[in-house]
């Protein structure tokens, strides 16, 4: 089958083929899904490098990470090269489209633009919990980050991982390194963990994280990367990386609803007619770090 998307022709085959047995959600669907929310999630890839986490039997099969771009691609998707990676780009609609018909249902992007890899648009943290700590246990945990943050005037904003856990993006002005994001991530990390041991840690080490957040600090770096807002998740259930408020995390909180946190394709789509992109204002805001 064949798209027209933004002027680019894209081939797309095995539609029919099932990626999410649980539901019988499809390849096809996957596809139209991306297709459907490239406008939304474009401008959070653009000009970054891009990791593909791809399933080509579906989310009950192998799966691997791509990193370097394959050499079949389309001659109008192009790359950047970072460390001896020539890492994918997905700068407009039709690659993102692309991408999905090579079976990448996860999509993960740099922190930093091509136009200068050294220096990060944003400070992550990244919170994964120790079961049977929960998203609830992730969302306990954002509101510390937030109150830490707002000494020195900084914002964040928040998303679902999709999976078990929460990330907060904290947008910069572009003046500060690697360096400098990954231990100021450290630092808030470290003072959470000193101040609440029963309920933080920044070790990556599973054996010490149960019923416990991990503050992910080390996601603070040129190599690695983050689920991309709107990303699809190769759970059980086509679950997708959602941008949420402050007041939905506290209102899921209150209720002690953790399902209020979980999201699924069609719910995006609602979301975003109704809200708009939640998390565009990382793009656009403009923060100093305190150095």
């Known amino acids: 089958m064949t798209s027209e998307i933004g002027g680019r022709s894209v081939e797309t085959s095995n539609r029919d083929k ?6 019988g959600f499809s390849k096809g669907g996957l596809i139209d899904y991306y297709e459907a929310i490239a406008e939304t999630m474009v401008p959070h890839l653009r000009d970054r490098p891009i990791t593909l986490r791809r399933w080509p039997d579906g989310v009950e099969g192998p799966t691997f990470f791509q990193k370097n771009a394959p050499k079949h691609r389309p001659e109008w998707i192009t790359t950047v090269r970072l460390g001896d990676v020539d890492y994918l780009r ?23 633009r091509a136009e200068d890899l050294d220096r990060p648009d944003f400070v992550v943290f ?70 609440h041991p ?70 995006v789509f609602d979301r975003v007619a109704e809200r708009g992109d939640l998390m565009r204002p990382v793009l656009e805001r403009q923060q100093a770090l305190p150095i």
């Open 90 to 112: 997905l700068d407009e609609p039709a690659a993102l489209v692309w991408a999905a018909n090579l079976a990448a249902i996860e999509i993960h992007p740099g922190l930093a």
């Open 18 to 23: 099932i990626f999410w047995p649980r539901t």
């Open 198 to 267: 029963d309920l933080v840690v920044t070790a990556i080490g599973k054996g010490i994280r149960k019923d416990k957040v991990l503050i992910d600090w080390s996601q603070n770096a040129p190599s690695r990367t983050t689920v991309a807002a709107y990303s699809v998740r190769a759970l059980d259930t086509p679950t997708v990386s959602t941008p949420v408020t402050w007041d939905e995390l506290e209102s899921a909180l209150e209720r002690d609803h953790a399902s209020a946190l979980r999201f699924g394709v069609d719910d």
């Open 126 to 195: 990244d919170l994964d919990p120790g079961p049977p700590a929960d998203v609830l246990s992730c969302a306990r945990i954002a509101l510390l980050i937030r109150g830490v943050l707002g000494r020195d005037d900084l914002e964040a904003w928040p998303k679902t991982s999709g999976s078990k856990g929460l990330q907060l993006y904290v947008p910069l002005d572009g003046q500060a390194g690697f360096e400098q994001t990954r231990s100021f991530a450290l630092a808030v990390a470290q003072e959470l963990e000193r101040d």
